[in-house]
């Protein structure tokens, strides 16, 4: 018997859709190149964002802190249309952290712009002749390298309402000035309270015509420092083991309230050194017959540790501060060295991944230059 086998073979027919597993393999291939290709650069232009935030922020920082001082120190001295020059220059330097009594506060006029020096890259102004170094300037609330600043003023605007408790006021004409405490029972436009609620030295103080009250302004004296923290957990604010560690320029200023107190107020995040250079104007050293001062208002001589006798000739200040990124940027070494009018901040102090920028400012001081100029 003869069997016949018929073979047959299956094909593909036209237009019938299908890969096979090579092609399949390839396409996955192609797939995954692609999407590495697209995260690689989401990725890339993520950090590209993040390190321009980075850098915004830190210039964001170091302008607002270099202009927030330089407002100030243009209106250092500004008490009203009382000149300080009619302050005699008391025998120390004022304390910077006195809350009572007035006339202390009162003296301290003399000087609108006070400072202290730290004396290297590790050290801390010296603050032991203070009040300061308890509760508010204590070696953890300072950082290391950074100068200290205190600018005296007034506010520019005349104070009308119902004063606030223990905030310090200045009633002031062109021959005398009083330094008051608010007290709740007394209308700020006719007299602030003194030391003792006495309202009589405020209510007899008037201007030139005799009949109108002298102006008072609230009295805003203001300390700018350094510090190691931006958000301090400790009392009053201060930084303590475990806190952040971002350095941040803040503020120290009166405030009212049971009493007379201080309160820290962080400004800019990220600077990490402040130091200062003040110009003193101490020639000619004869009075001039016209000004009545001596001097020129141009500063002569800078110094970053003017004496007792030179505070009040200073009539410019030179700010300089170095500000940092908020956080550290991968693979970035800042290895650059930079000048702080004369201190050098070498990689080897810096030597980590921080961005940083320097910013600088020459401040004229208004009220105490101006005077000294010759019509």
């Known amino acids: 018997m003869t069997v016949n086998c018929k073979y047959s073979t299956i094909t593909k027919a036209e237009g019938e859709a299908g ?6 393999m390839i ?39 270099i202009q927030q001082i330089r407002t100030d120190l243009r209106l250092a001295g500004y008490y009203g249309h009382y000149f300080f020059g009619n302050i005699p220059t008391p025998a120390t330097l004022p304390d910077p952290c006195v809350t009572t009594p007035a006339a202390t506060i009162l003296s301290g006029m003399a000087l609108p ?16 002749a203070t009040t300061c170094t308890g509760s508010f300037l204590s070696d953890s609330n300072l950082n290391p390298g950074s100068d200290i600043l205190l600018i005296r003023r007034a506010n520019t605007g005349v ?22 405490f608010g007290v709740t029972t007394a ?33 805003t ?14 009392a009053n604010g201060l930084c303590v083991a475990g806190d952040d560690g971002i350095p941040t320029l803040k503020m120290l200023e009166l405030s009212g309230g049971t009493t007379t107190s201080i309160t820290i107020t962080p400004l800019a995040e990220g600077i990490e050194y402040m130091k200062l250079s003040y110009g003193v104007d101490n020639s000619p ?6 000004t009545g001062m001596i001097g020129d208002g141009v500063p002569d001589i800078y110094t970053q540790t003017p004496t007792l006798d030179q505070w009040p000739l200073v009539v410019s200040v030179q700010v300089n501060m170095l500000a940092r990124t908020p956080s550290p940027s991968g693979g970035v070494l800042d290895d650059k060295s930079y000048n702080l009018g004369g201190t050098a901040i070498t990689a080897s102090v810096l030597d980590d991944n921080y961005k940083r920028h320097v910013f600088s400012n020459e401040v004229s001081l208004t009220n105490m230059a101006g005077p000294r100029e010759i019509p």
């Open 27 to 65: 396409s996955l291939t192609i797939s995954m190149v692609i999407i590495l290709a697209v995260v690689t650069m989401l990725t890339d232009a993520s950090r590209s964002h993040m390190e321009v935030n980075r850098s915004s922020q830190m210039i964001e920082n170091g302008r607002f802190a």
């Open 221 to 234: 004296p203001r300390l700018y420092f350094i510090a190691p923290c931006s958000i301090g957990s400790g």
């Open 187 to 219: 209308n700020v436009t006719g007299a602030v309270g003194s030391t003792t609620a006495d309202t009589s030295v405020a209510a007899t103080m008037m201007k030139v015509d005799g009949t109108t009250p002298a102006d008072i302004r609230e009295y």
């Open 159 to 180: 104070f009308i309402g119902t004063p606030e408790l223990n905030v310090p006021y200045l009633q002031s004409n062109v021959s005398t000035a009083e330094i008051q």
């Open 19 to 24: 890969v096979t597993l090579i092609e399949l």
């Open 113 to 128: 712009v006070q400072g202290y020096n730290a004396g290297s890259l590790t050290q801390r102004p010296d603050l032991t």
């Open 285 to 290: 050293v004869t009075i001039n017959s016209t």
